[in-house]
């Protein structure tokens, strides 16, 4: 329907009210008496391109001509025919004399002389391009001649617009007309706006006007020719100035030559009809049609088929003229992959394409296809997403990925398919720099809780492995939860050499997250025992850990040491932290300085445990630094202080926490009555640690015999807090005799005694085997093992 609007701005039609479209910059050409301008959509700044087309009165033949080509161009649909998408009728005023302009606003296209200019391909890949664009004007031609019966009457290069995409599309419409072969004795005259069209492009049964004729030829005939002309426009590079130019055939391919001789037949009946152009043409059989043809009708192709062909497409890709695949093959192929009618392979062939562009241009043409695909229910999409995240992940954005990319992305963590969990778990790396932290610790630590005891070993490393990678991610607290339990409960016990050395490295890489009571009573106990595993190459990362973690404590030991004297010289004594537990406490109230040589070794080992808080030498006495006396709080000091609340997980570790305060409810050892992998409640470090410093230093056969018969028969069972520092409460040395600590444990509540240096004049038996569930052989355990061991009192 015409719009008529009788007020404009300014006399150029630019500044028109209530046009929905913003009027922008001209080309150079356009067909006949028509300006093409480039424009905007005013509500989303859409382009658009708009023709115009001015006459001085409102019956200017032109201007007749115009509004038919706007009503044929609105009513003929095709896709190798411009789009229509509004038009308008203005009349303005040139001083006193009117002027008549219809609008017509389409898709954003750009004239094929300007087009072709601007590519500049050249050789094959421009013969391959000019074959595609031909092949679609021809279908173009073929759908007016033969299903229309209409007659277009002036194709040639000034008709023909190419879009974004680079297709060609045939407008200027206004000669066209229906075809009145059957009716000889019509009045109607066909093509009546034919005097638009320039000598040089018209047939000569046209030239002399032999209707007669040209009733009687097929309905292709005109246009047949036409396409004659554009192929001879095309390939030489310069307008038609007259018909005998036509005869210059040293610029067209031979594969074409041929047919453009047919379809510039003297005689209209024998001129080659454009749909036999295009299905038998050899000249048409090329790697980009072919390819573009394919993609067109993929929806056509069995499975096979398209598997085919997207393994070949990324090779045949680099193949083919770059602008066209970029503009042409790329959309077509996400369009594919987006409504599932392409195979998983297409993914690679997408992202290879989608290298070729800019970062901004991959943002706005590849990843919403790529975010789409993460819903997709097709296992084999979701495989090929995964494998390929390094190459756009780094694209996402951090809101995405948290709301639309992870939520798909985490069904794969519990997959039944090992290959599709470990896919999971690997592209984890690349998304959880962008997660936040809810998703983080709310589900993600819960789905690494999992994996870290998968029945598969490879994932169980590399989750150990994640974990090391991602820990500059968490916050402080899960941290604190996290890392050492996942690490030394879980990682360094596992049956997997490889898992076990994942978990040393995993430890040293997030070295700087410990503090030095976590280094000293949880991280080298557990390290330690692994300097004599099986595999060289864990051993080697053993000796390796344990170097690192001990220069920690030697740096911090060197720390304390210039902070207590600062304190002592300033302060003389400072309070205890308000949230300070047991552990801080207690590790703080052992302070031991002096020569080495006025203490047994029980007691010199808790030497760099006992410098942990800084903040706690007030309760030390503070001496010269060549003699400090021992000040070791009674096991009723301890008894007072509340234990530690247990810090509440939502991550799956929370269950391997620590436990300093836990009761053993049996004599079982601690760490070797666990089976790999199924341990529920490991044994806390900082027991094992005490209870090692617990064993005696030095005692006679026959003292040690009396003490642990006496303690047999008549000492009743220590509370929990007398059990745990009452072997290390020294009285004040009153004698120079060799220091006799009573042990308030035996041997079964010792999981550390392995560790443990024997007295000097103790008998020890051989290794026996590890204490557990029944009988086992005495085949070598990871972590801190069990081994029993029997003094001369044969206890």
């Known amino acids: 329907m015409f719009k008529f609007l009788k007020e404009v701005v300014g006399g150029s039609g630019t500044g028109l009210k209530d046009l929905p479209y913003n009027i922008g910059e001209a080309y150079p050409s356009a067909w006949g008496s028509w300006v093409h301008h480039r424009g905007t959509n005013k509500d989303d700044g859409s382009p658009v391109s708009i023709f115009s087309l001015t006459g001085s009165t409102a019956q200017d033949g032109h201007l007749a001509a115009g509004r038919n080509g706007v009503k044929r161009l609105r009513t003929v649909r095709h896709p190798n025919i411009l789009s229509f998408l509004h038009s308008t009728e203005v009349e303005t005023y040139d001083g006193s004399s009117p002027k008549v302009t219809i609008y017509i606003v389409t898709e954003p296209v750009m004239p094929l002389t300007d087009k072709i200019r601007e590519l500049g391909l050249e050789g094959t890949q421009r013969d391959e391009y000019y074959a595609w664009g031909l092949h679609q004007v021809a279908k173009a031609v073929s759908f007016l001649n033969n299903d229309c019966k209409l007659v277009h009457g002036n194709v040639c290069m000034a008709s023909v617009v190419v879009t974004q995409t680079l297709d060609w599309k045939l407008h200027a419409f ?157 959309p077509l192929l996400a369009s594919a992959l987006e409504f599932g009618s392409a195979a998983a392979p297409a993914l690679t062939a997408l992202l290879k394409m989608g290298s070729w562009l800019s ?79 809810r998703t983080i610790s709310g589900s993600l630590l819960k789905y690494l809780s999992k994996l870290q005891v998968d029945e598969e070993p490879a994932i169980r490393t590399n989750t150990t492995i994640l974990l090391g990678n991602i820990a500059t991610y968490l916050n402080d607290g899960t941290r604190k939860r996290v890392l050492i339990n996942a690490f030394t409960a ?49 051993r080697a990362k053993a000796f390796q850990a344990v170097d690192q973690f001990l220069q920690i404590a030697k740096n911090y030991y060197q720390k304390t040491n210039v902070a207590e004297g600062a304190a002592a010289a300033g302060m003389g004594s400072s309070s205890v932290p308000e949230n300070a537990g047991l552990l801080g406490w207690a590790m703080s109230s052992l302070t031991l300085k002096g020569k080495p040589s006025d203490h047994h070794a029980p007691v010199a080992s808790a030497t760099t445990s006992t410098r942990t808080q800084t903040t706690s030498s007030a309760s030390s006495a ?69 209870a090692a410093q617990r064993r005696p230093v030095t005692q006679p056969v026959a003292q040690t015999k009396l003490a642990s018969n006496s303690r047999s028969k008549s000492t009743p069972k220590l509370n929990e807090d007398d059990e745990l520092w009452g072997s290390i409460a020294a009285p004040a040395p009153k004698t120079s005799k060799p220091l006799n600590l009573k042990p308030n444990a035996t041997d079964d509540d010792d999981p550390w005694a392995a560790i443990a240096a024997p007295a000097p004049t103790t008998k020890v038996k051989p290794l026996a085997a590890g204490r557990g569930r029944g009988a086992k052989p005495a085949a070598l355990k990871l972590g801190a093992q069990r081994i029993n061991r029997t003094s001369s009192s044969g206890m």
């Open 174 to 330: 206004d000669v066209l007309s229906e075809f009145d072969g059957n009716n000889e004795t019509s009045s109607t005259s066909m093509l009546q706006y034919a005097w638009l069209v320039g000598a040089q492009y018209k047939p000569m049964e046209l030239v002399k006007s032999d209707w007669a004729a040209i009733k009687k030829s097929p309905p292709w005939s005109i246009d047949s020719w036409g396409m004659g002309c554009l192929i001879y426009e095309i390939f030489s590079g310069t307008r038609l100035g007259k018909t005998e130019e036509l005869r210059n055939t040293g610029s067209i391919p031979k594969s074409l030559l041929p047919d453009y001789q047919r379809l510039l037949s003297s005689m209209p009946s024998r001129r080659l009809n454009t749909s036999k152009l295009i299905e038998n043409s050899e000249y048409f059989q090329n790697k980009l049609v072919d390819t573009i043809h394919f993609m067109e009708i993929l929806s056509l192709k069995d499975s096979v088929e398209k598997d085919t062909f997207f393994r070949k497409l990324p090779n045949l890709a680099e193949q083919l003229p770059r602008p066209i695949v970029l503009k042409k093959l790329l």
């Open 359 to 437: 970062a901004e241009e991959f943002r706005v043409k590849v990843l919403p296809t790529i975010v789409k695909l993460y819903a997709s229910n097709d296992r084999s999409i979701r495989v090929a997403l995964l494998q390929h995240i390094d190459q756009y992940g780094e694209s996402l954005s951090a809101q995405i990925v948290d709301e639309q990319v992870y939520p798909h992305v985490a069904t794969g963590f519990s997959d039944t398919s090992a290959f599709l969990r470990e896919l999971t778990l690997k592209s984890m790396l690349t998304l959880a720099p962008k997660l936040s932290q």
């Open 622 to 690: 503070v001496e010269t630094p060549s003699t400090v006396p021992v000040r070791v709080s009674s096991s009723t000091d301890f008894a007072e202080q509340p234990a530690p609340p247990s810090p509440t997980s939502t991550d799956g570790w929370g269950e391997l926490e620590n436990g300093i305060d836990e009761e053993h409810e049996d004599d079982k050892d601690g760490w070797g009555d666990l089976e790999p992998l199924e341990e529920s409640k490991p044994a806390p470090a900082l027991a094992n640690i005490q």
């Open 490 to 538: 879980r990682a360094l016990r596992d049956t997997f050499p490889p898992a076990r050395a994942a978990g040393i490295m995993a430890l040293c890489a997030t070295s700087s997250y410990y503090d030095i009571t976590e280094v000293a009573t949880r991280i080298l106990p557990n390290v330690v025992v692994l300097t004599i595993d099986p595999d060289s190459d864990v």
